[in-house]
């Protein structure tokens, strides 16, 4: 897969839990996978995939220790982690062109969380779990 490659060679590890192939499938399971992997600790980041992204933000919002953030530009890619301390991104790929898309996973692993005024709001996201 391309973007695992790119995200490979910026110097991550990549645990690829994707589809096999372009079938249907129940993507709750992935987002249950990835988000468990992040929110245990296994992983810093998570990145899922699918048509809209949306169904996959809200299942992967569900798991504890997770803060998806369903990103569509290369500015809300870099907002979700600047003021929202995401841990995973959801983008949606028949929504969103494949240049952009990698753009914001680049985007999405180098920025920092600015913490500050945010970290409260962080704090209460978290409390929510």
Not at 2 to 27: E, H, M
Not at 36 to 57: E, K, N, P, R
Not at 77 to 91: I, P
Not at 100 to 111: G, H, K, N, Q, S
Request: hydrophobic fraction near 40%.
């Amino acid at each position: 897969d391309r973007l695992a490659q790119l995200i490979r060679g910026w110097g991550n590890t990549v645990k690829d839990a994707g589809t096999a192939g372009p079938g249907s499938v129940d993507y709750p399971d992935f987002a249950e996978e990835v988000g468990g992997m992040v929110g245990t600790g296994q992983a810093d980041f998570g990145l899922l995939v699918c048509g809209s992204g949306i169904g996959m933000s809200i299942a992967a919002n569900k798991v504890a220790g997770v803060r998806a953030a369903l990103c569509w530009s290369e500015t809300a890619a870099r907002l979700s982690r600047q003021h929202n301390d995401a841990n995973v991104l959801c983008v949606g790929a028949r929504l969103t062109g494949p240049g952009v898309i990698e753009e914001m996973a680049r985007i999405f692993l180098e920025t920092r969380f600015e913490g500050g005024r945010h970290q409260r709001r962080v704090d209460k996201m978290t409390d929510l779990d």
